[in-house]
């Protein structure tokens, strides 16, 4: 018997910042670019394909807005002259025991954009900000 795949919405952020919750993660991705190759002198009239450099996309973790609580705007504000904080952060995928079943860690991970949502005064939203970061690479842990 086949267990059950893990619900999308129990997981657990470690960002090096104040210990609060996510509504969001997006983003754990990543790709190898096709490098296609083909001798002068071959038999065949097409081209291998190799594997090339790794891609990582951008992270994007979202957020209530929670007074007193400037951890994003404070890691944004370490970047100057070229230079910033990196972290390595830790996205956990939980089962119902509050057991990680997968496990993925952002090695040197840095802001690159911090957007609030938008104020209206004729909604009932809750406010969210939202913080994209850029990383060197993804290892991903199971259990």
């Known amino acids: 018997m086949r267990p059950y795949p893990a619900s999308a919405y129990h997981f657990l952020v470690n960002w090096g910042g104040v210990s609060t919750g996510f509504t969001e993660v ?7 670019e096709v490098i296609e190759y083909r001798e002068g002198n071959s038999p065949q009239f097409n081209t291998i394909k190799m594997p090339g ?61 911090i957007t609030a949502s938008d104020l209206r005064a004729d909604a009932g939203d809750i406010a969210i900000e939202s913080i994209e970061l850029v990383h060197e690479g993804i290892t991903i842990e199971t259990t």
């Open 26 to 32: 997006s983003g754990l991705s990543m790709e190898v």
């Open 53 to 113: 450099i790794r891609k990582y996309g951008n992270v994007v973790l979202k957020r209530g807005i929670v007074a007193q609580d400037n951890d994003f705007f404070l890691w944004m504000n370490t970047i100057q002259g070229g230079q910033v904080e990196r972290r390595d952060i830790t996205v956990s995928l939980l089962n119902e025991r509050h057991e990680p079943v997968r496990v993925w860690k952002l090695h040197n991970a840095w802001p690159c954009k």
